[in-house]
């Protein structure tokens, strides 16, 4: 059973920068692909950003150029640097993990931008 913990979450100003790391445990298999998706209240949950195993990324429009996806495939483990936050980018989220046609979620970390 494939395990995904995230670290990283909290509160920052609006400006700040924040990390967030996923690692992934219970499987000897390289995963394939890896995400961040975040939930903002009321809205629905959206893809932030994500990577495959062969080192391709795409972001939302709202975070380019101020998010960062980054992987060590050794590790199985997606990190997600986040600079020059804004008060919308408040939300849960949440790590992605694919093996093969199986999906994978941790369980969330909350990230608030205050002004």
């Known amino acids: 059973q494939v395990q995904l913990v995230e670290f990283g979450g909290g509160l920052v100003q609006a400006g700040g920068s924040l990390r967030l790391s996923c690692a992934a445990s219970g499987t000897s298999f390289s995963i394939t692909a890896m995400a961040w998706y975040r939930r903002a209240p009321g809205k629905q949950r959206e893809l932030v950003a994500a990577s495959t195993s062969g080192g391709s990324t795409n972001y939302a429009d709202s975070v380019k150029g101020r998010f960062a996806i980054s992987r060590d495939n050794a590790k199985n483990t997606v990190y997600l640097q986040m600079n020059s936050l804004k008060p919308e980018d408040t939300a849960v989220y949440y790590c992605?993990?694919?093996?093969?046609?199986?999906?994978?979620w941790g369980q969330g970390t909350q990230v608030t931008v205050s002004l």
């Open positions: 992605y993990a694919q093996l093969g046609r199986l999906a994978y």
